[in-house]
């Protein structure tokens, strides 16, 4: 009889940093210690801790053991396993880390009471990291597809769309469009005509990694929501469109699609009702623009993934000018949960126009790295401070990136602001997929803007001459400034091409680009106008604004400088510092690279200063 | 699959096996399973309550997990009982047999079984 269950996860984070071999070394030693009888070692998706992997849970007690090593098994398995005694020096304690004061003698065993987890609301996220991906079983032990089975056999496809509609659900892929209003449009003409069900996963912010996790953690709720769908429009074919980068959301998902079809809960009249519906994937090969909705359906189609001028809309001529509905991997692991519980449920969580909840990849400077799901309307600083456990090294907070590459930056005076898709609006950013990052004094805002957009210059496709020619033109104005070249006209010139861009761009890749630029301007112009006038970066990133210099009557001469110096660019001098016994030292700026190793190998003396 | 009754009936064999990662149930058992208590029998204890729970069905609200030592040795296979609402009880000296009768009073009954605890054991 089975007492104990381990739960290895198996997502990419975790996995890149060992964890299949940590849950190869469980099952042996467990054989080991004659447990095998006793203990259940299983593979799940995503924790959402990702900084803390590979990451390992011991149910029943609810254990959240960290960084676990090969090594470190066989002591859980004879400790934990066979006598009962946690191991203590691998629990994930956020006591630890000093931000929580709990009373005496109490290790926080169990991840459910960490401060992480304690004020998130999991519902995309509710069997990631609980169940098995691979096992349809264990999903359906999870109330899998009885939402399917609810809507095929209770309710009409009309009752379907008026659910999702009167949820509020919104999109989670970014620009929050109303779920239910667009299968509303997709619904006419029911068994007439061929239409499909899409589901955008190129998920291709930097930094986003929300929709690969689900896809890792519970494949079976995107295809139990999409085969809804194709119940809700009158479609009897989905197509899941998936970066080839995602290779094992790429595979789960195809394990799950064969048990599906399987169980008969993909495929021919299904649970007897004369529904069909089937799902295919299409890999897609990483253009950013594919996540632009009809970008991606044109690369479905096998052609090049260009955008192409709405309206029509999808809901009218989408996929090979069907009509087609297509929703984001997050918004789908919504739905089944929608028809199970009702839309006044899922209404009852979030704000007034923003329902349900939202899931951030929390990433930067920030403490706890990974997955966190909030309701709508949690205020940033929770998300920041409690949730993400601060800014790591005692830094202070500076900014917020959300959105990514389409998105904008929210500056500290903003923190308290309740995230949904309005107030981000308003504030100059916007939900985008839901990448998150933090960022300390140490960050350029400059830099963060250029950043964003040599990422769009990159993937902007071509096709139209806004977006093609001016991202290229305001990454150009960027590189002077923070080359020290800037005029103060360049930040007019910066604003008004945005809005040329912005207004003239075909998809929403260009009209959106500018937003990093427009968001830094808005909330750090004095950082700008410290690169133009003064020549100077604040942070102390840009490099051709930075120099450094040795302080001669600090220098003890040790040469540990010149030694570590890349460019040989640190020499003796002939200046010997009253008290000291050697020469100073002194940097060549001509030569220097500005790479800071000599600052990194003067910090005990601090001779070395940047400015 | 043809039919809404065969998915439940997937579902109501699963969730016994899942049951388990829930870990919000009211009661809780502990077996006390350092050393001391291996050696003392604690073993077949916990075998005999983890099958208890699953055999009559009480999975969904009874988790039995394991402890270290408690610091009572000689009372060795110590197991505790801990229920929301409710204060601790703590049984000592414990045997399989001992086991499936405190699973029919104390928690499908809600009777304490007095003569296992140790404040019955200390007085004796």
Same mark, same amino acid.
């Given at each position: 009889m089975i007492r104990a269950h381990v739960l290895c996860c198996g997502g990419t984070g975790c996995t890149s940093s060992g964890s299949p071999k940590i849950q190869e070394t469980f099952a042996s030693e467990i054989q080991k210690q004659g447990l095998s009888d006793e203990v259940k070692v299983v593979q799940t998706g995503c924790f959402g801790l990702c900084a803390l992997g590979p990451v390992v849970i011991v149910y029943p007690d609810g254990t959240f053991y960290s960084h676990v090593t090969v090594e470190d098994v066989p002591e859980i398995v004879e400790e934990h396993l066979l006598k009962g005694r946690v191991v203590e020096r691998l629990v994930y304690n956020d006591v630890a880390d000093g931000t929580a004061q709990p009373e005496l003698g109490e290790v926080h065993a169990s991840l459910s009471d960490t401060n992480f987890y304690k004020s998130q609301h999991r519902l995309a996220l509710r069997n990631c990291g609980v169940i098995n991906p691979e096992n349809i079983d264990e999903y359906i032990a999870m109330d899998g597809y009885r939402a399917l089975g609810k809507a095929l056999t209770e309710m009409t496809p009309d009752e379907v769309i008026s659910t999702i509609l009167d949820s509020g659900l919104r999109g989670r892929g970014g620009a929050g469009f109303p779920t239910g209003m667009k299968w509303?449009?997709?619904?006419?003409?029911?068994?007439?005509?061929? !239409?499909?069900?899409?589901?955008?996963?190129?998920?291709?912010?930097?930094?986003?990694?929300?929709?690969?996790?689900?896809?890792?953690? =519970?494949?079976?709720?995107?295809?139990?929501?999409?085969?809804?769908?194709?119940?809700?429009?009158?479609?009897?074919?989905?197509?899941?469109?998936?970066?080839?980068?995602?290779?094992?959301?790429?595979?789960?998902?195809?394990?799950?699609?064969?048990?599906?079809?399987?169980?008969?809960?993909?495929?021919?009249?299904?649970?007897?009702?004369?529904?069909?519906?089937?799902? =295919?994937?299409?890999?897609?090969?990483?253009?950013?623009?594919?996540?632009?909705?009809?970008?991606?359906?044109?690369?479905?189609?096998?052609?090049?993934?260009?955008?192409?001028?709405?309206?029509?809309?999808?809901?009218?001529?989408?996929?090979?000018?069907?009509?087609?509905?297509?929703?984001?991997?997050?918004?789908?692991?919504?739905?089944?949960?929608?028809?199970?519980?009702?839309?006044?449920?899922?209404?009852?969580?979030?704000?007034?126009?923003?329902?349900?909840?939202?899931?951030?990849?929390?990433?930067?400077?920030?403490?706890?790295?990974?997955?966190?799901?909030?309701?709508?309307?949690?205020?940033?600083?929770?998300?920041?401070?409690?949730?993400?456990?601060?800014?790591?090294?005692? !830094?202070?907070f500076k900014a917020a990136q959300t959105g990514g590459p389409s998105g904008g930056c929210i500056p500290a005076h903003l923190i308290d602001t309740p995230i949904d898709y309005e107030n981000l609006l308003a504030i100059g950013s916007m939900m985008g997929s839901g990448g998150l990052i933090v960022m300390d004094e140490d960050n350029c805002m400059v830099d963060i803007a250029r950043f964003f957009l040599d990422f769009t210059v990159d993937e902007s496709c071509g096709k139209c001459t806004p977006c093609r020619v001016g991202t290229r033109r305001l990454l150009e104005i960027l590189d002077k400034i923070i080359s020290g070249n800037g005029e103060m006209e360049d930040l007019d010139r910066l604003e008004e091409l945005s809005n040329y861009i912005k207004s003239a761009s075909l998809c929403g890749l260009g009209q959106t680009a500018p937003n990093p630029v427009l968001s830094t301007l808005r909330y750090f112009r004095e950082e700008y106008i410290a690169h133009i006038v003064d020549k100077r970066c604040p942070a102390g990133v840009c490099k051709k604004l930075i120099s450094y210099k040795i302080d001669p009557e600090k220098c003890i001469g040790c040469g540990m400088c010149a030694k570590n110096c890349p460019a040989d660019a640190i020499h003796k001098t002939s200046y010997v510092a009253p008290g000291h016994k050697l020469p100073s030292m002194e940097i060549d700026t001509a030569k220097c690279v500005k790479c800071g190793a000599c600052m990194d190998s003067c910090k005990k003396i601090q001779a070395i200063s940047k400015g | 699959m043809k039919s809404l009754a065969e998915l439940a009936e997937i579902r109501e064999r699963m969730k =016994? !096996?899942?049951?388990?990662?829930?870990?919000?149930? =009211?009661?809780?058992?502990?077996?006390?399973?350092?050393?001391?208590?291996?050696?003392?029998?604690?073993?077949?204890?916990?075998?005999?309550?983890?099958?208890?729970?699953?055999?009559?069905?009480?999975a969904d609200r009874v988790t039995v997990s394991q402890t270290g030592c408690i610091g009572i040795c000689q009372y060795e296979p110590v197991v505790e009982v801990f229920q929301s609402g409710k204060d601790k009880v703590t049984y000592v000296k414990m045997t399989a047999e001992k086991a499936a009768r405190v699973l029919k009073d104390h928690i499908k009954g809600g009777k304490v079984v007095d003569e296992y605890t140790i404040t019955y054991a200390k007085k004796a």
């Open positions: 509303k449009f997709a619904s006419g003409n029911r068994g007439k005509v061929q !239409k499909y069900v899409c589901c955008n996963a190129d998920e291709g912010d930097p930094g986003a990694f929300m929709d690969r996790s689900v896809l890792e953690g =519970d494949p079976h709720a995107v295809i139990e929501a999409m085969a809804i769908a194709g119940y809700a429009i009158g479609a009897d074919q989905g197509y899941v469109y998936v970066r080839a980068e995602y290779p094992i959301a790429v595979k789960r998902l195809q394990i799950a699609i064969d048990q599906a079809r399987e169980y008969g809960l993909l495929g021919k009249d299904i649970f007897g009702t004369g529904f069909n519906f089937d799902l =295919d994937i299409r890999l897609g090969a990483g253009a950013f623009v594919c996540g632009e909705e009809t970008a991606l359906m044109t690369s479905i189609e096998g052609k090049r993934g260009e955008p192409r001028p709405r309206p029509p809309f999808p809901a009218v001529k989408g996929l090979f000018e069907k009509p087609t509905i297509l929703n984001n991997v997050e918004t789908y692991a919504n739905i089944p949960q929608i028809i199970l519980n009702g839309a006044e449920w899922f209404s009852s969580i979030g704000t007034e126009k923003s329902k349900g909840t939202k899931v951030f990849a929390l990433g930067g400077k920030i403490k706890h790295t990974g997955l966190v799901e909030v309701p709508m309307g949690t205020t940033l600083r929770h998300i920041i401070e409690e949730i993400g456990g601060g800014i790591p090294n005692g !830094k202070k | =016994d !096996k899942i049951v388990l990662r829930e870990g919000n149930n =009211d009661i809780r058992i502990v077996v006390g399973m350092a050393t001391c208590g291996i050696a003392a029998g604690a073993r077949p204890v916990l075998n005999a309550f983890v099958e208890g729970v699953n055999a009559e069905g009480l």
